[in-house]
């Protein structure tokens, strides 16, 4: 039997169908036996998984995760179950594993990591520990030998999600992950393609994944999106697909295919694509039902854009801004500050940036996180020309100062001035206070009107330090922080 382990990454109110566990087991349905424990509905994974161990022959646990809280979850998980059940292998996929394969070995409770695209890699890996294959014919695995050296296999292609079966989603209380938000009272989520085809330097997907991207046929994510509505009466849907638009024959083809599903939906797509996209292909998304646009706007400098290999421009983001306010789109455009190379102009010219959009739409949601690099694929030093070095071990991972650079709270790095974060900090509380974000559909209407009024002076006036009194209020009122709300 396989274990397929999701540990803990939001609050129960907040979780979603985990997506990575659903894809590999698609591929173990009807060849594997296996059972899906999640860590968002189960309060004591560890003593199910243990449970599971002591009744059945258990060959394998795998554990999913992403960098941040999910990995010490994970770790916490992993160490637990090798320290009780030693005999026990273990492999770790997603995020965290693929982009820092070698930390992650280092760990005593990982067997084997597997890097990007996961679903034949795992099959493989289960037909070895069977003795029916080698571990180094495995692509896309990470393994420690009989010596306890890391090997690392080369990458393995990525294949398009038409090439692997539907998720079982029969096999996961379905009902429980459709969870009410801002686009509806049962909101759910899909991944339509996977794998990013550009090169943004900061960014995580190339790293895990490479310079690809491969999209679901239209016909196919109608069908899973019908699915979706008509046996769990989903009303509404996320789609985490870096850009869920890329071509527009594409994009024009699906929006015709999902106009009769009456959804409402958010998805994230790039500022220099749309921005060519005609009008009637803009009316067309609107008709089937997009409501908010997730943007990577990144910077207010194109200096800065080019530095991140973002191939955007700011022109695009402000052609973006007018266009989503035409369309009756909400934009959500989130932003890295403080680029290594000039921080301090970077902050400048990016919250002037930022002012600029509002005065454009001011329905626009922004966000502001610091500029946190990822290491790349191939590269020579950890990153930003070695001026950051990454922890080894799991365990240095979880501690608070690398949980706060995870999460883009402060990345401690050389090249930023505490008067600069503080500046950055001090401006998100502010702009997020004088426009309270849509999304929180927690927040009663007296709380926003507070933080409108308490805010309006310093947004108007530009003052931005020391916004005690803005502190003070998101104490009692608790809004979510877009991106980070889904904690
Ligand atoms: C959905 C999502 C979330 C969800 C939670 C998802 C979850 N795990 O439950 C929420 C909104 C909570 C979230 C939060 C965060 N996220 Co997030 N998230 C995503 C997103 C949009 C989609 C992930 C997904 O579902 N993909 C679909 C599945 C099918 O693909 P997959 O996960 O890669 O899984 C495949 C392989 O990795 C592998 N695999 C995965 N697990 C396993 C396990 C085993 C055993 C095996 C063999 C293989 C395997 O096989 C799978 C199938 O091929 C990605 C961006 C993207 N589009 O990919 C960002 C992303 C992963 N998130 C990211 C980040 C940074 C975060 C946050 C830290 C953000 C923040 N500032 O707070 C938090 C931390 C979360 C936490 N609690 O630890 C980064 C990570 C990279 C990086 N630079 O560190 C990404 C890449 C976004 C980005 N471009 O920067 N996130």
Partial sequence: MIILFHPRATKPRNCRLPLAILALAAVLEGREEYEIIDGNLDDKPVDSILSFIDSRKVDLVGVSCMPGPQMVAAMEASREIRRLRPHIKIVWGGYFPSIYPDSTLNAKYVDFVVRGQGEETLLELIDALRGKRSFDSILGLSYKDTFGLHRTNAERPMKGPDSFPWSPFHRLPVEQYLRPSFFGKRTAVHHASIGCPFNCSFCGVHAAYGREERMESPERTVDILKHLVSKYGADSVQFYDMNFFLREDHARKLMDLMMP????WWCEGRVDIMSRYSDETMATIKGAGCAMIFFGAESGSDWALKEMQKGITTEQTLIMARRTRQFGIIPEFSFVVGNPKDPE??????LRFIRKIKRINPDSEIIVQHYTPTPQRGSMYGDVDGQISFPDTPAEWATKKWMDFTLRI??????????????????EIVVGSRWPTVQDIRAPRWSRTVLKTLSAWRYALRIYSFPIELQWAHQFIQLRKPKRESL
Avoid: G, Q, V
């Fill in 345 to 350: 102009r970077d902050t400048r010219e990016t």
């Fill in 410 to 427: 402060d990345t401690s790095a050389p090249w930023m001035k505490r008067k600069t974060k503080k500046l950055i900090d001090n401006f």
């Fill in 261 to 264: 599903l009456n959804l409402r």
